[in-house]
């Protein structure tokens, strides 16, 4: 049984930084992707960053380019998001999601994606 457990999110100033961590157990993910989505109030669940395991790729949404970076350690089976100079509009639950192995390479869709953990709340204030 694959889970995914993320941490990290809290209430930070806007400017300010944040880093999460998606701890993943059950299976080895060495041969998987990973990936970031966020979901703002009222708003539908969007990509944020995606990475595959051995870090050799990464896909970041227009959004938090420049921002975030997404980082993988294999050792812990642990994925980072370290988000910097956040915004009031960053503001959303952050779930972390392993691709499924139907696919191959990162991709955008959360339809790719089959296994989600339960999501950690960021708020940046104005």
């Known amino acids: 049984q694959v889970q995914l457990v993320e941490s990290g999110g809290g209430l930070v100033q806007a400017g300010g930084s944040l880093r999460l961590s998606c701890a993943a157990s059950?299976?080895?993910?060495?041969?998987?992707?990973m990936a970031w989505f966020r979901q703002g109030p009222g708003k539908e669940r969007e990509f944020v960053a995606a990475?595959?395991?051995?870090?050799?790729?990464?896909l970041y949404a227009d959004s938090v380019k420049g921002r975030f970076t997404i980082s993988s350690s294999n050792a812990k089976n642990t994925v980072y998001l370290q988000m910097n100079s956040l915004k009031p509009e960053d503001t959303a639950v952050y779930y972390c999601?392993?691709?499924?192995?139907?696919?191959?390479?990162?991709?955008?869709?959360?339809?790719?994606?089959?296994?989600w953990g339960q999501g950690t709340q960021v708020t940046v204030s104005s």
């Open positions: 999601a392993r691709r499924s192995p139907a696919f191959t390479g990162i991709y955008v869709l959360p339809e790719k994606y089959d296994y």
């Open positions: 059950g299976r080895t993910f060495s041969n998987y992707a």
């Open positions: 990475i595959n395991w051995s870090g050799g790729n990464t």
